[in-house]
């Protein structure tokens, strides 16, 4: 855990430098900052467009862009989820990880909707070199120059910075890995600990490291080399349709989770606000959330269906076939039920979260704390703390 920490705190600087910089160039350039001193503003609003048409023309079509977009931000959009599996080893999990998903929401605000808004400033979506890379006829599918911000910094005339963004975006894309992997190894210790997976996987190292589940998962990175090849490529574009559902399908799990967790709390008379972290509006945003998700995963493949793909089909709905399979299947096997709202233990390990917390002595330390301490102010107790903010 302490070498995720570190490196993802470091690395975790880079993006907030890029998303930044690049926030930046859309503005100046935008206002006429730029080699051309063309003040386009919202000019590829207007012509093409702000919608790009899709499997269908009009109308329709503009809206079938829209979903086009949807399913494959589905691929991107996680986080949330991994902050909850941090917990375990977090050395504060009441204030650390109450922070963190405080912040959550402006992230995703950040990155994830202001981003895209920027990119349909900087970028018409009919750009000739955009195209021509989606379409396979150009190279630099998958890498950096792939990138609207690379594209529209060329297209301006700008020099030096499209290098810096591709060594900024280096970093945000070995973060994710980094991310990636740290979660993958814990979510096959825990399936193996559970009885899920091979128990050979529960052996450790002297420093509490799973070696054999580090040593499964890193066979799956060498997938991507499956990229410089068109006709391995398809392949690996099967394997991201099949992760995005199985993603969409993870958190309609964690909707169903909480939906019936909240219904244990009612049960139970137990008072969610005496917990460190209150989720708003619920349990409507989590239906509300269930609903929205579900509809997603239904539809996510419906072109598939005009004209008839059973290759499409399958690499759009195999998981979403799968799932509710392998569930009930589990289920009838082992004879195991649903756990009722009364029986419910919603005590598990508070008793020893209470202990552990009680015995730290050294303070907490907030995320500009630490920013102070790495140029020399503050410094001090609790410096440790650092991997698990």
């Known amino acids: 855990m302490r070498g995720y920490g570190e490196s993802e705190f470091w690395l975790s600087g880079g993006k907030v430098i890029l998303i930044l910089m690049l926030f930046m160039f859309t503005f100046v350039t935008m206002v006429g900052g730029n080699p051309q001193h063309d003040a386009y503003g919202f000019r590829h609003w207007r012509d093409p467009g702000s919608f790009a048409e899709y499997h269908s023309t009009g109308s329709l079509g503009r809206f079938e862009g829209f979903l086009g977009a949807l399913w494959s931000a589905s691929f991107t959009v996680v986080g949330p989820e991994y902050i909850s599996m941090v917990a375990a080893e977090a050395v ?3 204030i650390y990880i109450k922070q963190a998903f405080k912040t959550v929401y402006w992230r995703f605000g950040m990155f994830f909707i202001l981003g895209a808004l920027c990119v349909g400033i900087v970028i018409p979506y009919n750009d000739p ?6 379409a396979g006829d150009k190279g630099g599918g998958g890498t950096a120059a792939a990138s609207p911000y690379v594209i529209a910094m ?5 020099k030096v910075l499209p290098h810096i963004t591709n060594a900024l975006m280096f970093t945000s894309i070995f973060s994710a890995g980094n991310t990636y992997t740290y979660c993958s190894i814990r979510s096959l210790y825990g399936l193996a600990l559970e009885g899920r997976a091979p128990r050979f996987l529960t052996k450790c190292t002297k420093r509490g490291v799973p070696i054999y589940c ?3 998962v890193m066979m799956f990175p060498l997938l991507s080399f499956l990229q410089v090849s068109n006709s391995s490529a398809q392949v690996l574009t099967w394997l991201v ?10 958190y309609i799990v964690m909707c169903i989770t909480y939906i019936f967790f909240y219904r244990a709390c009612k049960a139970q008379g137990v008072d969610r ?3 460190p972290y209150t989720g708003k509006f619920q349990p409507y945003s989590a239906w509300i959330a269930l609903c929205v998700e579900c509809v997603v995963v239904i539809f996510y493949g419906y072109s598939s269906f005009t004209p008839w793909s ?3 089909f399958f690499s759009s709905y195999t998981i979403q076939i799968l799932a509710p399979i392998l569930f009930f299947g589990w289920k009838f096997y082992h004879g195991t039920k649903f756990v009722k709202p009364l029986e419910a233990d919603l005590v598990y390990q508070r008793p020893v979260i209470d202990t552990y917390e009680a015995n730290i002595t050294t303070p907490a330390l907030s995320f500009w704390t630490e920013m102070a301490q790495l140029v020399g102010f503050k410094r001090g ?3 440790g703390d650092r991997e698990m903010e």
Do not use: H, Q, W, Y
Not at 154 to 158: F, K, P
Not at 241 to 250: K, P, V
């Open 273 to 275: 606000n005496s917990f």
């Open 214 to 216: 580090f040593c499964v």
């Open 381 to 383: 107790a609790g410096k």
């Open 241 to 250: 349709n099949l992760m995005t559902a199985g993603g969409l399908i993870d």
């Open 92 to 94: 504060r999990p009441r």
């Open 154 to 158: 060329d297209n301006l005339g700008i």
């Open 129 to 134: 070199i955009l195209v021509a890379i989606l």
């Open 310 to 312: 059973v290759e499409t």
